[in-house]
């Protein structure tokens, strides 16, 4: 079963407006989530996380939102650039020893950034 | 520069063939873990290593072998490809157990079995 989820498989989005990312989870065991940028021929890099103990944390034109309640969580880019044109992944773990080898990830939203 | 180096990055093999896919990471990471990604389903854990020695499996261990002799290294071992196993793998490692840290991942291993 897919416990984490990215439902749109890709976004389109203007040159300086925002991009929303949305992913959804299932498991209530997840402490922390990440979200990973990965562009072609590379592998994925670290872009922005929270811990489940917080609803927002921003990192320049990067904030992520995370509504337990709901098991969902969002990235919000603003502006959009022409380089944030990538795949993303949301991802997540568990709290522990164990939890912290593990990350499920989404299956991913390709975003492209039109000038 | 801090790293995490898979090599190769490309690999066109037949069914049968035992390969090793190398990782190195020069972190001094205690925790790495192979992921393979498919189309459609994301990144999928393989198998991880907590420490030298100590190593265990992800969700889709079928057909995968690993070992953990040195901190740094962490190979990955198809025995027997088969063409199911054709797919774009990554190698991982993170700085600490239960930390909020990040994983650092490899380039990808782009593998066809044929």
């Known amino acids: 079963d897919q416990q984490v989820k990215q439902n749109s498989p890709s976004l389109s989005v203007q040159e300086g407006r925002i991009s929303i990312l949305n992913c959804d989870y299932t498991?209530?065991?997840?402490?922390?989530f990440l979200w990973y940028k990965k562009y072609p021929a590379e592998g994925p890099t670290f872009l922005i996380s929270?811990?489940?103990?917080?609803d927002k944390n921003e990192d320049g034109r990067f904030t992520v939102f995370l509504n337990k309640s709901a098991k969902h969580l969002s990235l919000h880019i603003v502006p959009s650039q022409p380089g944030d044109s990538a795949v993303y992944f949301c991802a997540a773990r568990k709290g522990g020893i164990q939890g912290a080898q593990k990350l499920v990830f989404g299956q991913g939203t390709r975003l492209t950034i039109n000038p | 520069e801090a790293q995490v180096t898979q090599n190769p990055r490309y690999l066109i093999t037949v069914t049968g063939k035992k390969l090793t896919v190398t990782c190195s990471q020069n972190?001094?990471?205690?925790?790495m873990s192979w992921y393979r990604q498919d189309p459609g389903l994301g990144l999928r854990q393989i198998y991880y290593?907590?420490?030298?020695?100590?190593?265990d499996k992800g969700d889709v261990p079928e057909g995968y072998k690993v070992s953990r002799k040195e901190k740094r290294n962490f190979p990955l071992i198809l025995e027997s490809p088969s063409p199911n196993q054709t797919s774009l793998y990554f190698c991982a490692s993170t700085p600490q157990a239960g930390g909020l840290t990040e994983a650092f991942f490899g380039q990808g291993t782009r593998l066809t079995v044929v």
């Open positions: 972190m001094n990471h205690e925790y």
């Open positions: 929270i811990s489940s103990i917080k």
């Open positions: 290593s907590m420490n030298v020695e100590v190593t």
């Open positions: 498991n209530s065991m997840f402490d922390y």
